[in-house]
Protein backbone atom coordinates (compact mmCIF):
# COMPACT_ATOMS: atom_id res chain seq x y z
CA UNK A 1 0.00 0.00 0.00
CA UNK A 2 0.84 3.72 -0.53
CA UNK A 3 2.00 5.26 2.46
CA UNK A 4 1.01 9.18 2.96
CA UNK A 5 3.55 10.94 5.19
CA UNK A 6 3.31 14.41 6.07
CA UNK A 7 6.62 16.00 7.27
CA UNK A 8 6.42 18.80 9.70
CA UNK A 9 9.32 20.73 11.89
CA UNK A 10 8.82 20.43 15.32
CA UNK A 11 8.68 23.30 17.75
CA UNK A 12 7.50 22.91 21.07
CA UNK A 13 5.26 24.89 23.19
CA UNK A 14 1.61 26.68 23.98
CA UNK A 15 2.06 30.72 24.75
CA UNK A 16 2.23 33.56 22.34
CA UNK A 17 4.56 35.80 24.40
CA UNK A 18 2.35 39.16 24.34
CA UNK A 19 3.60 41.79 22.17
CA UNK A 20 4.49 44.19 24.57
CA UNK A 21 7.07 41.33 25.61
CA UNK A 22 8.33 40.83 22.16
CA UNK A 23 8.95 44.12 21.64
CA UNK A 24 12.01 44.87 23.93
CA UNK A 25 14.78 46.94 23.04
CA UNK A 26 17.80 44.51 21.06
CA UNK A 27 20.33 47.21 22.59
CA UNK A 28 21.08 49.58 24.87
CA UNK A 29 25.07 50.31 24.32
CA UNK A 30 25.56 53.80 24.17
CA UNK A 31 28.70 54.45 21.43
CA UNK A 32 27.75 58.54 21.14
CA UNK A 33 30.13 61.05 22.80
CA UNK A 34 29.39 62.09 26.44
CA UNK A 35 27.76 65.43 24.92
CA UNK A 36 25.10 63.03 23.48
CA UNK A 37 24.26 60.87 26.40
CA UNK A 38 22.40 62.63 28.79
CA UNK A 39 19.48 60.27 28.07
CA UNK A 40 20.96 57.07 28.28
CA UNK A 41 19.15 54.71 30.38
CA UNK A 42 19.73 53.90 33.96
CA UNK A 43 20.63 50.68 35.34
CA UNK A 44 17.26 49.99 37.10
CA UNK A 45 16.30 50.92 33.20
CA UNK A 46 18.47 48.45 32.34
CA UNK A 47 17.55 45.87 34.87
CA UNK A 48 13.85 45.82 33.78
CA UNK A 49 14.50 45.50 30.23
CA UNK A 50 16.78 42.18 30.96
CA UNK A 51 13.90 40.99 33.17
CA UNK A 52 11.03 41.87 30.01
CA UNK A 53 13.45 40.07 27.78
CA UNK A 54 14.06 37.16 29.73
CA UNK A 55 10.14 36.33 30.40
CA UNK A 56 9.66 37.30 26.95
CA UNK A 57 12.09 34.27 25.76
CA UNK A 58 10.66 31.91 28.68
CA UNK A 59 7.31 32.79 27.06
CA UNK A 60 8.25 31.72 23.55
CA UNK A 61 10.11 28.76 24.63
CA UNK A 62 7.03 27.21 26.27
CA UNK A 63 4.78 28.51 23.35
CA UNK A 64 7.06 26.47 21.34
CA UNK A 65 7.00 23.04 23.24
CA UNK A 66 3.20 23.31 23.59
CA UNK A 67 2.10 23.62 19.78
CA UNK A 68 4.52 20.41 19.04
CA UNK A 69 2.28 18.69 21.62
CA UNK A 70 -0.85 20.11 19.49
CA UNK A 71 0.58 18.59 16.50
CA UNK A 72 1.34 15.28 17.95
CA UNK A 73 -2.18 15.38 19.23
CA UNK A 74 -3.69 15.31 15.64
CA UNK A 75 -2.07 12.27 15.19
CA UNK A 76 -4.35 10.37 18.37
CA UNK A 77 -6.71 8.04 17.28
CA UNK A 78 -9.07 10.20 19.24
CA UNK A 79 -8.45 13.65 17.41
CA UNK A 80 -11.58 14.20 15.40
CA UNK A 81 -10.23 14.75 12.05
CA UNK A 82 -7.83 11.43 12.30
CA UNK A 83 -10.93 9.56 13.48
CA UNK A 84 -13.01 10.89 10.82
CA UNK A 85 -10.03 9.69 7.93
CA UNK A 86 -9.64 6.37 9.78
CA UNK A 87 -13.70 5.43 9.77
CA UNK A 88 -13.63 7.31 6.14
CA UNK A 89 -10.56 4.76 5.28
CA UNK A 90 -12.42 1.99 6.38
CA UNK A 91 -16.04 2.37 4.46
CA UNK A 92 -13.73 3.10 1.59
CA UNK A 93 -12.07 -0.75 2.07
CA UNK A 94 -15.28 -2.07 2.22
CA UNK A 95 -16.15 -0.12 -1.09
CA UNK A 96 -13.55 -1.55 -3.20
CA UNK A 97 -14.27 -5.39 -1.54
CA UNK A 98 -18.07 -5.13 -2.81
CA UNK A 99 -17.19 -3.55 -5.81
CA UNK A 100 -14.49 -6.29 -6.45
CA UNK A 101 -17.34 -8.97 -5.71
CA UNK A 102 -19.76 -7.30 -8.34
CA UNK A 103 -17.54 -7.07 -10.71
CA UNK A 104 -16.39 -10.97 -10.43
CA UNK A 105 -20.20 -11.48 -10.93
CA UNK A 106 -20.88 -9.60 -13.75
CA UNK A 107 -17.66 -11.36 -15.19
CA UNK A 108 -19.90 -15.55 -14.44
CA UNK A 109 -22.46 -14.13 -15.40
CA UNK A 110 -21.17 -12.98 -19.19
CA UNK A 111 -18.82 -16.38 -19.05
CA UNK A 112 -22.59 -18.46 -18.17
CA UNK A 113 -24.34 -15.90 -21.36
CA UNK A 114 -21.50 -17.07 -23.84
CA UNK A 115 -21.81 -21.24 -23.16
CA UNK A 116 -25.83 -21.10 -23.17
CA UNK A 117 -27.49 -23.21 -25.81
CA UNK A 118 -31.28 -22.90 -25.90
CA UNK A 119 -33.01 -19.43 -25.99
CA UNK A 120 -34.12 -20.32 -22.58
CA UNK A 121 -30.59 -20.74 -21.09
CA UNK A 122 -29.72 -17.67 -23.25
CA UNK A 123 -32.53 -15.55 -21.46
CA UNK A 124 -31.76 -16.50 -18.10
CA UNK A 125 -28.19 -15.55 -18.26
CA UNK A 126 -29.16 -12.56 -20.14
CA UNK A 127 -31.06 -11.89 -16.78
CA UNK A 128 -28.61 -12.66 -14.26
CA UNK A 129 -25.60 -10.52 -16.39
CA UNK A 130 -27.67 -7.68 -16.58
CA UNK A 131 -28.71 -8.09 -12.55
CA UNK A 132 -25.04 -8.06 -11.77
CA UNK A 133 -24.31 -5.27 -14.11
CA UNK A 134 -26.79 -3.35 -12.08
CA UNK A 135 -25.19 -4.48 -8.63
CA UNK A 136 -21.66 -3.62 -10.15
CA UNK A 137 -22.53 -0.06 -11.39
CA UNK A 138 -23.99 0.81 -7.55
CA UNK A 139 -21.15 -0.77 -6.08
CA UNK A 140 -18.79 1.28 -8.59
CA UNK A 141 -20.58 4.61 -7.54
CA UNK A 142 -20.37 3.55 -3.51
CA UNK A 143 -16.65 3.18 -3.89
CA UNK A 144 -15.72 6.15 -5.78
CA UNK A 145 -18.45 8.39 -3.13
CA UNK A 146 -16.23 6.88 -0.38
CA UNK A 147 -12.92 7.43 -1.96
CA UNK A 148 -14.10 10.98 -2.30
CA UNK A 149 -14.67 11.49 1.56
CA UNK A 150 -11.53 9.31 2.14
CA UNK A 151 -9.66 12.18 0.01
CA UNK A 152 -11.72 14.80 1.79
CA UNK A 153 -11.05 13.32 5.42
CA UNK A 154 -7.62 13.46 4.40
CA UNK A 155 -6.82 16.33 3.19
CA UNK A 156 -9.10 17.75 6.44
CA UNK A 157 -6.27 16.36 8.72
CA UNK A 158 -3.25 17.40 6.54
CA UNK A 159 -4.45 20.88 6.48
CA UNK A 160 -4.58 21.36 9.86
CA UNK A 161 -1.10 19.69 10.26
CA UNK A 162 0.14 22.52 7.94
CA UNK A 163 -1.61 25.13 9.98
CA UNK A 164 0.24 23.91 12.93
CA UNK A 165 3.36 23.51 11.38
CA UNK A 166 3.28 27.00 9.64
CA UNK A 167 2.75 28.74 13.82
CA UNK A 168 5.62 26.41 14.87
CA UNK A 169 7.78 28.05 12.31
CA UNK A 170 6.40 31.13 13.43
CA UNK A 171 7.22 30.38 17.54
CA UNK A 172 11.16 29.34 16.39
CA UNK A 173 11.22 32.95 15.10
CA UNK A 174 9.70 34.30 18.01
CA UNK A 175 12.39 31.75 19.64
CA UNK A 176 15.75 33.12 17.84
CA UNK A 177 13.41 36.84 18.50
CA UNK A 178 13.78 37.28 21.74
CA UNK A 179 16.75 34.91 22.65
CA UNK A 180 18.84 38.25 20.43
CA UNK A 181 16.80 41.01 22.61
CA UNK A 182 17.52 38.90 26.04
CA UNK A 183 21.33 38.57 24.84
CA UNK A 184 21.93 42.21 24.04
CA UNK A 185 19.52 43.09 27.04
CA UNK A 186 21.91 41.59 29.08
CA UNK A 187 24.84 42.22 27.60
CA UNK A 188 23.47 46.27 27.82
CA UNK A 189 23.01 45.73 31.59
CA UNK A 190 26.97 44.12 32.14
CA UNK A 191 28.85 46.72 30.20
CA UNK A 192 26.33 49.67 32.00
CA UNK A 193 27.12 47.85 35.60
CA UNK A 194 31.43 47.70 34.33
CA UNK A 195 31.51 51.05 33.66
CA UNK A 196 29.67 52.49 36.52
CA UNK A 197 32.32 49.99 39.30
CA UNK A 198 29.21 48.00 39.93
CA UNK A 199 30.14 44.53 37.96
CA UNK A 200 30.95 42.74 41.32
CA UNK A 201 27.98 40.60 40.42
CA UNK A 202 28.67 36.99 39.74
CA UNK A 203 26.59 33.66 38.74
CA UNK A 204 27.12 31.03 41.07
CA UNK A 205 26.42 27.68 40.44
CA UNK A 206 27.12 27.10 44.15
CA UNK A 207 23.58 28.32 44.34
CA UNK A 208 20.93 26.68 43.50
CA UNK A 209 17.18 27.29 43.38
CA UNK A 210 14.98 24.12 43.29
CA UNK A 211 10.94 23.51 43.29
CA UNK A 212 10.74 20.52 45.72
CA UNK A 213 6.98 18.83 45.95
CA UNK A 214 4.95 20.78 42.62
CA UNK A 215 2.48 18.60 40.89
CA UNK A 216 3.13 17.56 37.57
CA UNK A 217 -0.88 17.91 37.15
CA UNK A 218 -2.90 20.62 38.61
CA UNK A 219 -6.93 20.36 38.37
CA UNK A 220 -8.49 23.81 38.05
CA UNK A 221 -10.24 25.44 41.12
CA UNK A 222 -7.64 23.83 43.33
CA UNK A 223 -4.48 25.21 45.46
CA UNK A 224 -1.37 23.14 45.60
CA UNK A 225 1.52 23.87 47.95
CA UNK A 226 5.48 23.19 47.49
CA UNK A 227 9.06 24.53 48.59
CA UNK A 228 11.65 26.65 46.78
CA UNK A 229 14.74 25.04 48.05
CA UNK A 230 17.69 27.25 48.13
CA UNK A 231 21.33 25.68 48.25
CA UNK A 232 24.57 27.23 48.95
CA UNK A 233 27.49 26.15 48.98
CA UNK A 234 29.59 28.73 47.72
CA UNK A 235 31.72 28.41 50.60
CA UNK A 236 30.55 31.75 52.65
CA UNK A 237 27.59 33.03 54.20
CA UNK A 238 25.16 34.84 51.92
CA UNK A 239 24.04 37.43 53.89
CA UNK A 240 20.38 37.86 51.99
CA UNK A 241 19.31 35.64 49.05
CA UNK A 242 16.30 36.27 47.68
CA UNK A 243 13.83 33.38 46.31
CA UNK A 244 12.88 33.80 42.81
CA UNK A 245 9.65 32.30 41.28
CA UNK A 246 6.60 32.90 38.83
CA UNK A 247 3.98 31.17 37.07
CA UNK A 248 3.41 31.29 33.68
CA UNK A 249 0.62 29.34 31.26
CA UNK A 250 -1.58 28.38 28.22
CA UNK A 251 -4.79 27.24 27.12
CA UNK A 252 -4.38 23.82 25.29
CA UNK A 253 -3.82 25.32 21.55
CA UNK A 254 -0.44 27.09 22.82
CA UNK A 255 -2.09 30.52 21.85
CA UNK A 256 -3.62 32.04 24.33
CA UNK A 257 -1.81 32.73 27.33
CA UNK A 258 -3.38 32.59 30.95
CA UNK A 259 -1.01 33.83 33.63
CA UNK A 260 -4.07 36.02 35.19
CA UNK A 261 -5.40 32.63 36.39
CA UNK A 262 -2.32 31.29 37.65
CA UNK A 263 -1.52 32.82 41.83
CA UNK A 264 1.53 32.36 43.27
CA UNK A 265 2.37 33.83 47.24
CA UNK A 266 4.71 32.76 49.66
CA UNK A 267 4.90 32.55 53.51
CA UNK A 268 6.56 34.57 55.86
CA UNK A 269 5.85 32.25 58.27
CA UNK A 270 2.21 34.15 59.69
CA UNK A 271 0.51 34.50 56.17
CA UNK A 272 0.32 34.18 52.85
CA UNK A 273 2.13 36.88 50.64
CA UNK A 274 1.93 38.03 47.23
CA UNK A 275 5.40 38.12 45.48
CA UNK A 276 6.98 41.53 44.77
CA UNK A 277 7.33 42.93 40.87
CA UNK A 278 10.63 41.50 40.44
CA UNK A 279 9.02 38.23 41.57
CA UNK A 280 11.04 37.63 44.84
CA UNK A 281 9.32 35.54 47.64
CA UNK A 282 10.51 37.45 50.21
CA UNK A 283 14.67 37.11 51.44
CA UNK A 284 16.54 35.06 53.06
CA UNK A 285 18.83 36.44 55.80
CA UNK A 286 22.53 34.71 56.56
CA UNK A 287 22.32 31.14 54.54
CA UNK A 288 24.92 29.49 55.82
CA UNK A 289 27.29 28.03 53.11
CA UNK A 290 26.63 24.07 53.34
CA UNK A 291 23.02 24.34 54.30
CA UNK A 292 19.76 24.82 52.81
CA UNK A 293 16.16 26.84 53.14
CA UNK A 294 12.91 25.85 52.33
CA UNK A 295 10.94 28.60 51.43
CA UNK A 296 6.78 27.78 51.32
CA UNK A 297 4.84 28.67 48.08
CA UNK A 298 0.98 28.40 47.34
CA UNK A 299 -0.48 28.16 43.57
CA UNK A 300 -3.74 28.80 43.19
CA UNK A 301 -5.21 27.71 39.61
CA UNK A 302 -8.72 29.87 39.43
CA UNK A 303 -11.76 27.64 38.44
CA UNK A 304 -11.95 28.89 34.66
CA UNK A 305 -8.75 28.01 33.99
CA UNK A 306 -8.58 25.94 30.39
CA UNK A 307 -8.39 21.95 30.86
CA UNK A 308 -5.92 20.53 28.71
CA UNK A 309 -3.80 23.46 29.44
CA UNK A 310 -0.04 23.96 30.19
CA UNK A 311 1.44 25.84 32.82
CA UNK A 312 5.49 26.11 33.90
CA UNK A 313 6.82 27.65 37.24
CA UNK A 314 10.63 28.76 36.83
CA UNK A 315 12.62 29.26 40.21
CA UNK A 316 15.90 31.08 40.70
CA UNK A 317 17.61 32.67 43.18
CA UNK A 318 19.66 35.96 43.63
CA UNK A 319 22.27 37.45 46.81
CA UNK A 320 23.47 40.54 47.84
CA UNK A 321 26.51 40.52 50.70
CA UNK A 322 27.11 43.47 53.34
CA UNK A 323 30.48 43.81 51.43
CA UNK A 324 29.13 44.78 48.01
CA UNK A 325 29.07 41.63 46.37
CA UNK A 326 26.30 40.12 44.82
CA UNK A 327 24.85 37.18 41.74
CA UNK A 328 22.38 35.07 41.79
CA UNK A 329 21.45 31.24 40.29
CA UNK A 330 23.12 31.26 36.62
CA UNK A 331 20.38 29.68 34.94
CA UNK A 332 16.45 29.53 36.27
CA UNK A 333 14.46 25.93 36.30
CA UNK A 334 11.36 25.55 34.77
CA UNK A 335 9.01 22.58 36.10
CA UNK A 336 6.25 22.00 33.88
CA UNK A 337 2.61 20.62 34.65
CA UNK A 338 -0.42 20.02 33.18
CA UNK A 339 -4.06 21.58 33.99
CA UNK A 340 -6.84 19.41 34.66
CA UNK A 341 -10.44 19.70 35.02
CA UNK A 342 -11.97 21.24 38.24
CA UNK A 343 -12.71 18.30 40.51
CA UNK A 344 -9.87 16.03 38.78
CA UNK A 345 -7.85 13.61 41.43
CA UNK A 346 -5.13 15.43 43.04
CA UNK A 347 -1.25 14.29 40.97
CA UNK A 348 1.24 12.32 42.89
CA UNK A 349 3.64 12.45 40.73
CA UNK A 350 6.12 15.40 41.15
CA UNK A 351 6.75 18.10 38.45
CA UNK A 352 10.13 17.44 36.68
CA UNK A 353 12.74 19.94 35.62
CA UNK A 354 12.82 20.87 32.51
CA UNK A 355 16.81 21.29 32.63
CA UNK A 356 18.41 20.32 36.14
CA UNK A 357 19.31 23.05 38.77
CA UNK A 358 23.09 24.62 38.82
CA UNK A 359 24.20 22.87 41.75
CA UNK A 360 22.23 19.25 43.55
CA UNK A 361 20.97 20.16 47.06
CA UNK A 362 23.79 20.93 48.98
CA UNK A 363 23.99 18.24 52.12
CA UNK A 364 25.28 20.59 54.93
CA UNK A 365 25.98 19.21 58.47
CA UNK A 366 22.62 21.66 59.54
CA UNK A 367 19.73 19.68 59.57
CA UNK A 368 17.37 21.55 56.97
CA UNK A 369 14.80 23.40 58.09
CA UNK A 370 11.92 25.72 57.23
CA UNK A 371 12.43 29.38 56.44
CA UNK A 372 9.39 31.61 57.98
CA UNK A 373 9.87 32.22 61.34
CA UNK A 374 12.43 34.87 61.12
CA UNK A 375 12.18 38.41 62.35
CA UNK A 376 12.19 41.33 60.47
CA UNK A 377 15.78 42.15 61.06
CA UNK A 378 16.33 38.51 59.29
CA UNK A 379 19.55 37.82 61.77
CA UNK A 380 19.24 33.95 60.59
CA UNK A 381 20.64 30.75 62.29
CA UNK A 382 22.62 28.11 61.00
CA UNK A 383 20.92 27.63 57.63
CA UNK A 384 19.17 31.55 57.23
CA UNK A 385 15.66 32.83 58.11
CA UNK A 386 13.21 34.60 55.70
CA UNK A 387 12.62 38.09 56.80
CA UNK A 388 9.36 39.71 56.73
CA UNK A 389 10.22 42.57 55.24
CA UNK A 390 10.76 41.37 51.41
CA UNK A 391 13.28 41.76 49.09
CA UNK A 392 16.17 45.18 48.99
CA UNK A 393 15.84 47.53 45.88
CA UNK A 394 19.51 47.32 45.81
CA UNK A 395 19.50 43.96 44.36
CA UNK A 396 20.88 44.11 40.96
CA UNK A 397 18.34 42.07 38.71
CA UNK A 398 20.38 38.86 38.25
CA UNK A 399 17.76 36.38 38.18
CA UNK A 400 16.78 34.86 35.08
CA UNK A 401 19.37 36.83 33.46
CA UNK A 402 20.72 32.76 31.77
CA UNK A 403 16.96 31.78 31.57
CA UNK A 404 14.97 28.90 31.81
CA UNK A 405 14.75 28.34 28.24
CA UNK A 406 15.94 24.80 27.96
CA UNK A 407 13.99 24.22 23.69
CA UNK A 408 12.99 21.06 24.08
CA UNK A 409 12.77 19.47 21.02
CA UNK A 410 13.75 22.41 18.97
CA UNK A 411 14.54 21.47 15.56
CA UNK A 412 13.08 17.95 16.11
CA UNK A 413 11.21 16.13 12.88
CA UNK A 414 8.01 15.08 13.30
CA UNK A 415 6.76 12.72 10.97
CA UNK A 416 3.02 11.48 10.53
CA UNK A 417 2.21 8.23 8.68
CA UNK A 418 -1.15 7.81 7.46
CA UNK A 419 -2.55 4.72 5.28
CA UNK A 420 -4.61 4.63 2.34
CA UNK A 421 -5.96 2.04 2.25
CA UNK A 422 -7.77 2.08 -0.70
CA UNK A 423 -4.45 2.66 -2.98
CA UNK A 424 -3.31 -1.09 -3.75
CA UNK A 425 0.07 -2.12 -5.05
Known amino acids: MQIRRILATAVVAAVTAPAAMLSVAPAFADTKPAAQTQNKPSIAELEQAAKDAQKAYDAAVVAEKALVRSLEDTDAPTYPLEAAFQAATKTAKEAATKKATADAAVADAKA ?31 KTAADAKQAEASKAVSDVRVEISKKIYKAQLAIKETLAKKTAA ?65 DKSGMKDIDKLLHLKWSNGSGWQDLDGRHHAGVVKALRTGAHA ?30 GSCGGVPDSTMYEFRLTPVGSKPSTEPAKPAKPASKPEPQGSKSPSPV ?54
Open 112 to 142: KLDAAVSDDDKAAAQKALTEAEGVAKTAADA
Open 186 to 250: DKALADAKKAEGSGSCVSQDALSAVAVGLPSKIAAGSTVDFTLRLGNTTGRTLDNVFPIAYPHGT
Open 294 to 323: DVKLRLTVDASAPAEGTGVVFVNADYTNND
Open 372 to 425: GSGGTTGTGGANGSLAHTGSSSALPQFALAGGAAVVIGAGAVYFVRRRKAADNA
